[in-house]
């Protein structure tokens, strides 16, 4: 007898799912399927589970494929399970590939094929579902289609790029359902797009995307001028449309909570506070964020996005060089030190009256913060859950949104959008 094992979250379960585990049932002669339970879906960083674990059960059964139900409950399980059980063969998507080679020396990796069209049909018809193109012109995705297996609920369906031979090597690589070079046919079906180009073209696939009723997810890498964001901006109220920048620090739950720290006395009045952040290609930021960042964290610091300012550039070549602001507002010094192309040590540190936060290196991909307070050489640690890149938690905060109805964030308000993106663009003004 040919035992077969393949495991899932199966939320809000649809016809993918039910033919994942048919195809895995017909691939051998007794089927057992790893459920996830709520505790680890939290633990690997899944985002947005919307049925309860006996749900998610009681649809696996129901399919009929199960000949056995077991639950998924921490990290480093399915080598016990395939011992356990005597597994022949691991089944498992597609979109997986790779990522479950290290059990080969235990039983057959078995990844299939995804089911092409029928996730987003089954998405149009759930309005749980974010049904999401991507719109690229090079080879980095920023890590969405990663990041969204992690957000139940969001599904990359599909990939725009002017080069249909790139597109479908793009389609390839991510393991998605269809490639585009025609811009129309790319949206049809979809109700939100991400923005992940490298060139100023970025502001009119936004454009062209919001005149087709398309909520947009975007990352610019060139600094567009505050007339096109206010446009953008406007249409996006006006149409009832996402316009999400995807700041990885305004989602992130440790640098939320480390604002709320200073906003709240725990180090007393902020009196300085250093921010650095280095543009490598480790960091995954580029230029226009690096500076976007740094400016983001003095307005949070500060409560304000008026500054006087004090600016330093040195430039080592045409593609790298160490600018340093001295920001100054409502009697706190903020410096930012931003390298582009060169090796920074990137960190905050908050010094206040009574003491003084430090957040490590990469800080905007971290998941915890250390307070020191004064006369106490041992810091108090504070640490949040952060998986991946951060993208998952923007990729979650585009679903509540829209189950709320709701479609400007009050992490990142239109008003308090346009003030920085100001602020930012008196700083790279003031170094060219």
């Excluded at 089911?115 to 719109?135: C, Y």
């Excluded at 725009?160 to 393991?175: I, S």
Aim: contains cysteine; proline residues 2%.
């Amino acid at each position: 007898m040919k035992k077969i094992i393949t495991y899932g979250t199966f939320d809000l379960f649809h016809q993918g799912h039910y033919n994942i585990l048919k195809r895995a049932k017909e691939y051998g002669d007794y089927l057992i399927v790893g459920v996830t339970s709520e505790s680890f879906d939290l633990e690997r960083g899944k985002l947005g589970v919307r049925d309860s674990l006996l749900t998610r059960i009681e649809n696996v059964k129901k399919t009929g494929f199960a000949d056995e139900i077991i639950i998924e409950e921490f990290n480093g399980q399915k080598i016990q399970d395939v011992q356990k059980y005597n597994i022949d063969a691991l089944v498992i998507g597609s979109d997986w590939i790779g990522k479950f080679d290290y059990l080969k020396p235990y039983c057959e990796v078995v990844y299939l094929e995804r089911t092409k069209n029928i996730s987003s049909t089954q998405i149009r018809l759930q309005e749980q579902f974010l049904n999401v193109g991507l719109i690229l012109d090079s080879d980095n995705d920023g890590g969405f289609v990663e990041e969204s297996k992690f957000v139940s609920g969001v599904h990359i369906d599909r990939v725009f790029c002017e080069d249909l031979k790139q597109a479908n090597e793009l389609k390839q690589k991510y393991q998605l359902n269809e490639a585009y070079d025609n811009l129309d046919e790319f949206m049809d079906g979809l109700n939100a797009v991400i923005v992940n180009v490298k060139t100023k073209k970025a502001v009119e696939y936004i454009k062209k995307a919001q005149k087709a009723g398309k909520h947009v997810l975007y990352r610019f890498f060139e600094q567009p001028t505050l007339k096109q964001i206010q446009s953008m901006i406007d249409t996006a109220k006006k149409k009832h449309l996402l316009l999400l920048d995807c700041m990885v620090p305004v989602y992130s739950q440790a640098f939320n909570q480390l604002m709320w720290m200073v906003e709240c006395g725990r180090i007393g009045k902020v009196i300085h506070a250093d921010c650095i952040v280095s543009n490598t290609d480790d960091s995954q930021l580029n230029k226009y964020y690096s500076v976007l960042y740094a400016v983001y964290v003095a307005s949070r610091i500060c409560a304000s996005t008026d500054f006087k300012y004090t600016t330093f550039k040195h430039k080592f070549s045409d593609d790298k060089y160490y600018l340093r602001a001295s920001l100054e507002s409502k009697g706190v010094l903020i410096d930012l030190e931003i390298g582009e192309g060169i090796d920074l040590l990137p960190n905050i540190k908050i010094l206040g009256e009574e003491g003084q936060i430090v957040v490590p290196n990469d800080w905007w991909n971290t998941g915890y913060f250390e307070i020191y307070h004064n006369g106490n050489p041992v810091p108090e640690r504070h640490c949040y859950n952060y998986e991946g890149n951060g993208m998952r938690y923007i990729l979650r905060e585009a679903l509540i949104m829209l189950r709320e109805d709701n479609y400007e964030t009050t992490r990142f308000s239109n008003e308090y959008a346009m003030a920085l993106y100001q602020a930012c663009k008196n700083i790279t003004e003031k170094v060219k």
